[in-house]
């Protein structure tokens, strides 16, 4: 799920690299293009492990690393195309939520949709978005602040622990224009290393990360030894995130 908390002109080139390490704990890279008039908020949706509290996801400052989605594409031979109401809503903290400086922007974690009141109020996605989203009731928020114009952002990365420890998830649902649409146009390019996952349907790079990725600056989210996986998603396709479920047995 990718949300803005204002309209946005255009979101394009969507990249996103995920991976789940053996401890459960999944990391998350984020890169893509916009044209926004005003400063505002993406906001992530993840699943985090309950009882973590506000300090259970990390980020990652990789402004020394503009160009790792690149990177990763140079590990493949060829371009090819892949395939009511919430009830009583949990109880939000006192105070404001910590920011944190992450290379070009600004990051947050928003522990829980109660929380978002903690959050400058040009940083939260309309009200009645979240009536529409019961699925998310019990996830946390990464939250970036972006400024206005038209440009290419830094990759994003973070961490967390995982309620689905064995699956990979990626915030694919869109909300641009404070409406969720049935249908979307799908401008992305996902990554990621598998870890027991199904990977069927996706490109395997022919070779391991270490040969085409400089994995040493990606503070250690992105494994040199093992080989990365990719799916393009193009088109107008149904608005959901993508979950990648483990092999069956």
Known sequence: MCCFSKEVREVKNTRIFGRVGPQGNQVLI???AIHAD???AMVLPIPVKSGQGENAVSFFD???????????????????????PFGSAPRSLPGTLAVISVGAFVASYVPSIADFSRLDERFRLPADVWPSLPGYHHFGF??????????????????????????????????????????????????????GQDLSRWEESP???????????????IQP?????????????????????????
């Open 142 to 195: 990464a939250v970036f602040k972006l400024k206005p114009g038209h440009s290419k952002i830094q990759p994003m990365a973070f961490s967390f622990p995982s309620a689905r420890p064995k699956d990979i998830f990626f915030p694919t649902l869109h909300i641009h224009d404070g409406k969720i649409h049935e249908k979307e146009l799908f401008d992305h390019t996902l990554y990621c290393q598998a870890n």
């Open 225 to 249: 030894a093992q080989h990365v996986y990719r799916q393009i998603l193009t088109g107008r396709r149904i608005n959901a995130d993508i979950v990648v479920k483990p092999r069956a047995l």
């Open 62 to 84: 990789l402004q020394g690393y503009p160009s790792l989605f690149e990177d990763l594409d140079k590990g493949f031979p060829a371009i090819t195309y892949g395939a009511g």
């Open 207 to 221: 070779r391991q990360a270490v040969s085409f990725a400089k994995c040493g600056l990606t503070h250690g989210m």
């Open 38 to 40: 005003q400063e505002v």
């Open 30 to 32: 984020y890169q893509m």
